[in-house]
């Protein structure tokens, strides 16, 4: 493989940065999600299979295709059931799983779930109760094992992967799941009071995470872990950051120790304002945090806090200019990105948290233009 090229290789370009451990070749990118339209368009033609879906993020320039594998999937499927047709039954999902997303359609149906309204608005449901809501809630709902989980794909896609590619699977996520589980508004009101329920969630859903996490790293395709897990607003934590560090940091530090016992990197994504908890983050040992949203984070500010053994990941505006910017506009920020950030290693471009429907095309191709353009090592701009 030549020194610059665009063809995966995640050992020596993502993996060797989400560790910082040296110089790749070029920064790698990175997306925890692009629409699948822009995704066709780049192709040419639908993506109907994983071997399309392979396709577009090898020839695009990525090292790593994302699955969603825990509980997170099982919410996120009833949450989103109807409009976006998240939720179907896929082959080979166990009776277990289905009947866990059945029953939580059934808690739900009532509430408005759709992310995208008819006048082009979106609503993040369940804003107030979840499926959980009450201690009845808990002994009736059918909670699935690890065990119950479909990890088929993962093996499917071991003879389908380029040589050089790996899957990253989001898993692990504690609080978000909670919280959606519970309804945000129930959630917060429990958590404030110091209900029971509160301690029973986490204790189930860190377990059922962690177990999770454990059979796929077994997996040779799975090249990290990452916890898809929300914390954040724009000015601070969503909530105070003695409640993380009593209910959920426990349970990252455990998954970080099996993570790095499988000598894999471990990633946070959380939306939002992570300041009063960075050193926390680092301290447990997370390799990399994604998406160091601009409207909450100063990106060179987060770095003086993490040190220069964190991975950073992202950090290109949803707003201006990957939304209502031109694709010069776009050009003009990856470029300063890869200027400012990227000449030590330990960055990886991105968007400020993946790539909606609202983006332009030309626009997400710009960003990926514009990091292959001068992404190259060493950095000279």
Known sequence: MNSHSNEPDFD???RKVLFCEGIPDRVPIVESGIYTA????????????????????????YETLQL????????????HHGKTGMYETLEGESQAVRAAKEYSIYKLRSQNLTSELDDGTRRWAPSHEGVIVAEQDFARFPWPQPEDINYTVFEELGSVLPLGMRIIPFSGAIFSTVSLMMGMQNFFTQLALGEPLIDKMFQRIGEFQLGVVEILLEFDTVGAIWVNDDMGSSNSTLVNPKHLRKYVFPWYERIAERVKARDRPLILHSD????????????IGFNAIHPIEPKAMDIQRVRKIVGPSVCLIGN???AFPLGTGTPADVDA????????????????????????EYIPYENWLAMRNAALKYGTYPIAL
Request: charged share 30%; proline share 5%.
């Open 333 to 356: 920020a990856v470029r300063d990105l890869i200027r400012t950030m990227a000449p030590d290693g330990g960055y990886c471009i991105s968007s400020g948290n993946s790539v909606p």
């Open 12 to 14: 020596n370009r993502l």
């Open 68 to 79: 969603t594998s825990g509980m997170r999937e099982i919410v996120d499927a009833a949450i």
């Open 316 to 318: 290109v505006d949803l």
């Open 38 to 61: 822009a995704k066709e368009r780049f192709l040419g033609r639908p993506i109907q299979s994983l071997k399309d879906e392979v396709e577009f993020w090898e020839k695009a320039g």
């Open 272 to 283: 939002g304002c992570l300041y009063p908890i960075l050193e926390d983050l680092v301290r």
